[in-house]
Nanobody, 120 residues
Framework: QVQLVESGGGLVQPGGSLRLSCTAS????????MRWYRQVPGDQRELVAF???????NYADSVKGRFTISRDNNKSTVYLQMNSLRPEDTAVYYC??????????????WGQGTQVTVSS
């Protein structure tokens, strides 16, 4: 069993900042790619950013220059630092982690989601 626990969401004014965290625990042999998605009711889930085990990262155009993804492999944790937040960033944010279960198997796991609301 693998569990992902997210934290850090909340209400923030436009221009403000939030930092999301997602920690994996359980039967983990290793962790591959780690991703953040977001979803607005009625829309598809959107990939926001991802980071590889070696630290290479990429971002959706809508968040480039404002969001930063990072990870702590020793803590099995991925972070999303969100600066200069805009009302259109309002969504439920989900982490997604590809976990190596042993030498031969890997699987994707999802966090429970955390609400981010940007409003004055």
């Amino acid at each position: 069993q693998v569990q992902l626990v997210e934290s850090g969401g909340g209400l923030v004014q436009p221009g403000g900042s939030l930092r999301l965290s997602c920690t994996a625990s359980g039967s983990i042999f290793g962790i591959n790619i780690m991703r953040w998605y977001r979803q607005v009711p009625g829309d598809q889930r959107e990939l926001v950013a991802f980071i590889t085990h070696s630290g290479s990262s990429n971002y959706a155009d809508s968040v480039k220059g404002r969001f930063t993804i990072s990870r702590d492999n020793n803590k099995s944790t991925v972070y999303l630092q969100m600066n200069s937040l805009r009302p259109e960033d309002t969504a439920v944010y989900y982490c997604n982690v590809n976990v190596r279960l042993d030498w031969y198997r890997a699987d994707d796991y999802w966090g429970q989601g955390t609400q981010v609301t940007v409003s004055s």
